[in-house]
């Protein structure tokens, strides 16, 4: 039982820190966007528009180190999102650990196949639909 | 300088939607995304594909955001919604994948139509949501063993322990499915299925269904914004906006709830949401070019059907709860 708390109070700061950290990303990035005027070689107005094509297609997701490196606000925001993404992502990995160590085989069954769900629709879906 | 200004303010427009979707979803039970979405794109013209994109990212932040509380009390039962997960995960990959195929063949309309059903039929349960706090006791079945679906959490307003025990976990996992289709389909944490499925059909608490509902919303919608990134459905101004602006109003929302002590008060926000439903199905139909009439009408046809439909929900639940004290 005592186990059973501490993988509960993790998962409650995992959540809470996904979200803060995603935030602090978020709003620094649009800080950024303004203050710039600009971001990945777009105007504000275009990244402001909703009939552009700015959209998550054009982001690389391999520009965000560098884009964070320099200090684009767009990368910045890209970098809160995936965040936001991940975080009960972790969460579902805390409990997988939990049952792992609690031996309980059906369980941790069931978080792989929770797991191979996410990664399916991040991982392989993406690489069928171009 | 004043397009700066402009774009700023255009910034903190979306924002103060969010805000207000993010109140009027805890304030009824639905969720911040199910109001957003009608919200962004019936008046703020921000195409459907972006909108739903924008509140499956703030369904991600809500729900962490409220879920982090409720872990923490360890009345969310970790254990019964990784289990669900696995058929919400698979579904928001279809239903993610049926929208992908949707919006390649300018089916957009039907979207509006499925999201005014969905939003308006989901109105039902809600309303009928929390009569009792603890379910009538049912036997445990041969998937209670199996999957460990007992458990008990401390309830602070009845000051006692709560135990209880889920049964028809197939069931529960059927209806999972649905609500993931739904989420990906619609950019929804689609909570009112979610709570079906674990209230109606595993006979769980209240307590635990919604707060385990909370942090199994997370999960699926995670799964759809995957698939919603790579195809482009997040515009990252629109996205930021929402996941401030909807973060801010469901704390804010969790704050008024339990300052509202007049009940009565969530018809007007149960109306106000039925209002936005009918316009989605109408704007859909609409864009199909199922109906022709301007805008005006629209809007005059969806208030009336919506006071029609909530001041017909009131009447019933008041005198259910007439027949209810008598019996």
């Known amino acids: 039982m005592e186990k059973q708390y501490d993988i509960d109070t993790i998962t409650s700061h995992i959540l809470k ?4 950290t995603s935030l602090l990303f978020i709003i620094t990035g649009i800080a950024l966007l303004f203050i710039n005027g600009q971001g990945d ?35 910045y925001i890209t970098m809160g999102l995936w965040i936001l993404i991940f975080t009960p992502i972790t969460v579902v990995f805390t409990a997988l650990y939990s049952f792992v ?15 191979f769900n996410l990664f399916f629709a991040m991982i392989v879906v993406p690489r069928l639909l171009i | ?66 879920a982090s509380a409720y872990t923490k009390k360890k009345i969310a039962n970790v254990k019964i919604g990784i289990g669900l997960e696995m058929a919400t995960t698979a579904g928001a990959i279809v239903g993610s994948l049926t929208a992908v195929y949707v919006y390649a063949h300018n089916f957009s309309w039907t979207i509006y139509v499925i999201f ?29 063993k199996v999957f460990q679906l007992q458990g008990s959490y401390y309830d602070e307003k009845l000051k006692k322990n709560v135990s209880y025990t889920g049964v028809r976990w197939w069931l529960a996992e059927l209806i999972m499915f649905f609500a993931g289709i739904i989420s990906g389909l619609l950019g929804i944490g689609s909570g009112a299925l979610k709570v079906l499925g674990m209230d109606w059909a595993m006979n769980l608490p209240m307590k635990v269904t919604t707060t385990t509902s909370n942090f199994m919303i997370g999960i699926t919608a995670a799964t759809g914004s995957t698939i919603y990134w790579y195809e482009g459905y997040i515009q990252i101004f629109i996205a930021a906006a929402t996941a401030i602006g909807v ?14 002590t007049n009940k009565d008060i969530r018809w007007l926000f149960f109306a106000i949401l039925s209002f936005l439903g009918i316009e ?32 017909g929900l009131y009447l019933h639940q008041k005198r259910g709860d007439i027949i209810g004290k008598t019996v």
């Open chain 1, 101 to 115: 160590s609690n031996r309980n085989p059906s369980y941790v069954v069931m978080s792989i196949i929770v797991l």
């Open chain 1, 41 to 75: 070689h777009y105007t504000l107005s275009q990244i402001a528009n909703f009939n552009s094509t700015f959209d998550s297609k054009f982001i690389p997701l391999v520009g965000i180190i560098p884009g964070i490196l320099a200090l684009d606000g767009v990368y």
């Open chain 2, 1 to 66: 300088m004043s397009a700066v200004l402009f774009i700023l303010a255009k910034f903190l427009l979306i924002m103060a939607a969010g805000v207000i979707a993010g109140i009027l979803g805890s304030l009824t039970g639905l969720g911040g995304a199910t109001v957003l979405v009608p919200l962004l794109s019936l008046f703020f013209s921000v195409p459907i594909i972006y909108a739903t994109g924008a509140s499956l990212i703030s369904t991600i932040a809500t729900s962490a955001g409220s």
């Open chain 1, 17 to 20: 820190a996904g979200v803060l």
């Open chain 2, 280 to 311: 989605m199905l109408l704007k859909g139909l609409y864009l199909g070019k199922y109906i022709v009439y301007g805008p005006t009408t629209e809007i005059y046809i969806s208030s009336v059907s919506a006071v029609l439909m909530i001041v």
């Open chain 2, 116 to 144: 005014g059903v969905v939003l308006l039929t989901s109105l039902i349960p809600t309303i009928h949501r929390g009569k009792y706090e603890e379910p009538p006791h049912r036997q445990a079945d041969w998937w209670t």
């Open chain 2, 247 to 260: 973060l801010i109003g469901s704390y804010l929302g969790a704050k008024i709830l339990v300052r509202i």
